[in-house]
């Protein structure tokens, strides 16, 4: 969890103190061109920009601690830097890494892919929608490493979101296990049982999701599935600065397939097709989104990173002028 | 003052360098649990969050910066991060070190206390709802050190805590002196007088206290008194994140005393009275309050401290279901 | 562009690997006295107070991101941190240093001069007015060194200030280009063409300015006017806390003069004469403004600097008792 994977506190400049803090973040500047049909709007910003602290304190534990900066990424609220991922981490063995803090529920490959390593720009709307809150308080353990052919993670949270205290007495659980299948393909599923409404213990809602990534040599192919059902509480915070549709009581699902081919070592073209119903029982819903994004990716280094992103958004019912071309430069540190 | 004791710029790892900036900080994760009576509340949450960097540019100067990135401490309408402790020092001798910028009121021996050292997870209801604002602007003269028999502290500042310039003209005075008696008891006094209403050079309030230390080997025993009358504004902000009782006009005290054994360098039990009152010319007061707290502090390593506090609020008039369960576990780096 | 000159990856310690991220900022601690002709309001408090890293991450690409932590300088609405200066820069050569992300708009002497290296604690009201936004998102290409005689700087920026997205389709052009014509004196020219109201592509705003520096041995002179004419959007934020003037449809000017001299390396008097007058086409115009600042900075060490200003502020039209002393002392890490 956060956003580094496996290494979480291996310096990049060779520190001999493996007890000392290491500074961390990323920058993503990125210009936005919005075919609206009317003046195109366009501009310059932030996605994200993000600080923090890692290391390990002793043989055992570890901490992670990382602030968000970017003004355009936490809602409309949230112009000013505020603590995102945050945690203890009691590393018991491989199997068992036990977690307390804020992190990303984990759920679903794109969601738990860190912020920085994503293929696209953006993340499938399915995920935002859907797997809300994105981050949020609670006790985990995960255990698995990427040489494992097994990896698990199981987590009670709050189910409120970052910014406030849980105000009932249900707590979450969410829970996340892949498989590799064969040396090219890994299958996993996911799954969360909720109370996302605020003095209230009765009304629940049930998350599951499929995915797969299968790898061969240069080219490279993920996909995911997830269906939503219950209970949603307005106002707890979609994913990465998305617009969240209210989906009380309603049956939602999405999906997403996503090919990349690496050319070589500096360019990786793109292409993902996503939809999302967030009401399927209604028909020619004018919320049904579907989208396809064409993408080209431009490693400068191992650190510098440009993004081109098409996203071409298909609405089946009423046609709507949404296109949008999305350039990112981001650097990390 | 600021969250660490008399060595603020002694790196943890060695450094070489006496003039670069030590990054350092420290994350409390909690979950609470309420005896509410009713569905017993509960939460995964932080207390604090810190971050900040230390160090010395010169002989003589020194700088403190730490951020609170914790969304439950600051109040109500504080989410986002914010400074908290920054002051630049000149350190003209032992008894001499003058301090601008902000920090903790130099009031009350649990106060001064850093945060990541409180015995209890939670300070006494006195010190939170007595000296407030907790932190505040203005100039200080710091003497002694831990080698010392006396150690004395003496501010003058704005009175109106960390978000806001003051606004009337006369500034706040706080003294602070301690004396080591004995090898194993060291007594203290305190004193403020100040004018805590917006646009009032008129109305003023003054606190007192006293306090004891008592160190008897692995055994510790503290306690405090704090008296208080006069005038008060609301909204200028209790400490650590309380609700501030409104005490314009009246006349309030409160006490606390504490006892601790170090059982092992591991584990440390701790039990703690105390109450306050704050208004002691009305008998009956429903908002008198008095409190036991039962703990044990457990040190994995220098850096990690798991507590286990259970809060047992006691209202003497008209009985509350207010009891509460806390653990943290704390990472310093 | 940021708060660091020319040298923006070197680190003071003599850090050896030229990639590791360099932690720096600075705090200034202030204390204003007010001459209102009432009760006379004084306070403590921050000016600016800044943490970041800054770095490379290869040969051509280094990044900078500095938080801006004081709660008296982004506004009314802005008592949290906030994302200040952020860019990732492309070093092609010398005169083309391509930035993305967010730093202050490249016009005028005084106001590309760091924050930390004002020689007077306030900048002259006609750049904290005129050029405003202050800080925006943008693209722009800097080119030139302090060893050339000549240098430049041509930016493309949204035009509405650090929170937002432009919610126009034009964007802003800045341009600001400096030469040396002799040893002792450089000239400099600055000229924005902007839109700056809010779903506005027509309204547009048009500032230009002009500059000298005059360097002879230890004393140092140097001057600007900017005039400013067309559209403006209340609410895009004036420079550094001032209280921005809604100058819409108005053609305002101002410029300012300072001298100072460098009696020793660590004593440095300072006096500056400047006006401001949002509206020529009024006569007696009671916003019109006059002020002489006489000041002193003492520099203890490269790194720790104490300023005093006084600032005498001369209503022509009707007498105002708003003089002021302001004392500062920096120091940076």
């Known amino acids: 969890q956060g956003c580094e994977g496996d290494e979480p ?23 936005d061109y919005n075919f609206d049909g009317d003046e195109n709007e366009n501009s310059f910003k932030f996605k994200r920009a993000r600080i923090g602290v890692r290391g390990k304190v002793d043989e055992k534990f ?42 990303k529920q984990p759920f679903g490959l794109e969601l738990v892919t860190p912020c920085h390593m994503l293929t696209t720009i953006e993340r499938s709307v399915v995920i935002d929608q859907l797997v809300a809150p994105q981050r949020d308080f609670g006790l985990a353990v995960f255990g698995g490493n990427k ?3 097994f990896n698990y993670a199981v987590a009670l ?38 109370y996302p409404k605020l003095n ?38 979609g994913g990465c600065g998305i617009e969240p549709i209210d989906l009380d009581g309603l049956t939602s699902e999405g999906a997403y397939i996503m090919a990349s081919y690496d050319v070589n070592e500096k360019f990786q073209p793109v292409f993902k097709y996503e939809y999302f ?15 396809m994004t064409l993408g080209v990716n ?31 430069i981001q650097v990390k540190f």
Do not use: C
Request: proline share 2%; hydrophobic share 35%; glycine share 8%.
């Open 147 to 149: 040489y494992n052919k």
């Open 62 to 103: 570890s901490y992670y601690f990382m602030l968000e900066a970017s003004p355009f990424i936490g809602g409309d609220d949230q112009e000013e830097v505020y603590l995102m991922d945050a945690f203890v981490t009691y590393n018991a063995d491989n199997w068992a890494r036990i977690s307390a803090g804020t992190y």
């Open 298 to 328: 431009y490693f400068f280094s191992k650190k510098v990173r440009l993004q081109l992103n098409y996203l071409a958004n298909i609405e089946t019912v009423v046609n709507v002028d949404n296109d949008a071309l999305l350039g990112q």
């Open 200 to 237: 209230n213990n009765e009304d629940s809602r049930t998350t599951y999701g499929g995915e797969f990534l299968a790898e061969f040599d240069k080219f490279k192919i993920q996909g995911e599935y997830i269906h939503d059902t219950g209970a949603y509480q307005a106002g707890t915070g």
């Open 157 to 194: 949270m709050n189910g409120r979101g970052l910014k406030f205290k849980d105000n009932n007495s249900k707590k979450d659980i969410i829970a996340r296990a892949t498989y590799k299948v064969t040396n090219f393909l890994t299958v996993g599923g996911n799954f969360r049982h909720g």
């Open 9 to 31: 506190v291996a310096s990049a400049s060779g520190e001999v103190d493996p007890y000392k803090p290491i500074l961390f973040g990323y920058l993503q500047s990125q210009y």
């Open 277 to 291: 119903d967030p009401d399927v029982d209604v028909k020619n819903n004018i919320e049904y989104l579907e989208r």
